[in-house]
Antibody, heavy 119, light 112 residues
Framework: QVTLKESGPGMLQPSKTLSLTCSFS??????????VSWIRQPSGKSLEWLAA???????YYNPSLKSRLTVSKNTSNTQVFLKITSVDIADTATYYC???????????WGQGVMVTVSS | DVLMTQTPVSLPVSLGGQVSISCRSS???????????LHWYLQKPGQSPQLLIY???NRFSGVPDRFSGSGSGTDFTLKISRVEPEDLGVYYC?????????FGSGTKLEIK
């Protein structure tokens, strides 16, 4: 059973760095072809793909945010992390992590973690 | 980036009825490998998106055959027959042919 769960600070101030964790089970990120991605959704709006890391440690970023994003994983391949620097109000959103397996699409999603940027 | 345009924005429906949602892309979604990576998701209220249809017309595991997808190139359609209460929510298309991956703006299916 594939499960993913996001965790994060809930609220942070503008200009700070947002750190998010995706903990997952039911699959191994060390398996060839596996990818974990981050996607976000401001309240009432559509979805935006942010970043991804694959089984080989290769990293992919949305060019529109690339300068502010860092994706990484732990050595046991059970968690993926996302850092977003210099946050502002526009980064207020629900952040999801999701799996990509054989086909480039998100087949399993976490429940999401809401992040509010406010002074 | 590939722009994904969904219509309509809102779609009132009677339970048991049939509806269609359109998704149009600003570029062809035919990949160099010959596949078309256009997928459909449903986001129920308060939940994460869930995969319905992948690669235009393939139903994901457990998705009822009331859902069907069609289209090619830049023009795609999701059809829902015999609408049930559990079908209500926001539908999104996603393209993964081109980098970066992009989603449509969403279509909200609601009771008439």
């Amino acid at each position: 059973q594939v499960t993913l769960k996001e965790s994060g600070p809930g609220m942070l101030q503008p200009s700070k760095t947002l750190s998010l964790t995706c903990s997952f089970s039911g699959f191994s990120l060390s398996t060839s072809g596996m990818v974990v991605s981050w996607i976000r959704q401001p309240s009432g709006k559509s979805l935006e793909w942010l970043a991804a890391i694959d089984w080989d440690g290769d990293k992919y970023y949305n060019p529109s945010l690339k300068s502010r994003l860092t994706v990484s994983k732990n050595t046991s391949n059970t968690q993926v992390f996302l850092k977003i620097t210099s946050v502002d109000i526009a980064d207020t959103a629900t952040y999801y992590c999701a799996r990509i397996a054989a086909i480039p699409l998100f087949d399993y999603w976490g429940q999401g973690v809401m992040v509010t940027v406010s002074s | 980036d590939v722009l994904m345009t969904q219509t309509p924005v809102s779609l009132p429906v009677s339970l048991g009825g049939q509806v269609s949602i359109s998704c149009r892309s600003s570029q062809s979604l035919v990949h160099s490998d010959g596949n078309t990576y256009l997928h459909w998701y449903l986001q129920k209220p308060g939940q994460s998106p869930q995969l319905l249809i992948y690669r235009v017309s393939n139903r994901f595991s457990g998705v009822p055959d009331r859902f069907s997808g069609s289209g090619s190139g830049t023009d795609f359609t999701l059809k829902i027959s015999r609408v049930e209460p559990e079908d209500l929510g926001v539908y999104y298309c996603l393209q993964s042919t081109h980098f970066p991956l992009t989603f449509g703006s969403g279509t909200k299916l609601e009771i008439k």
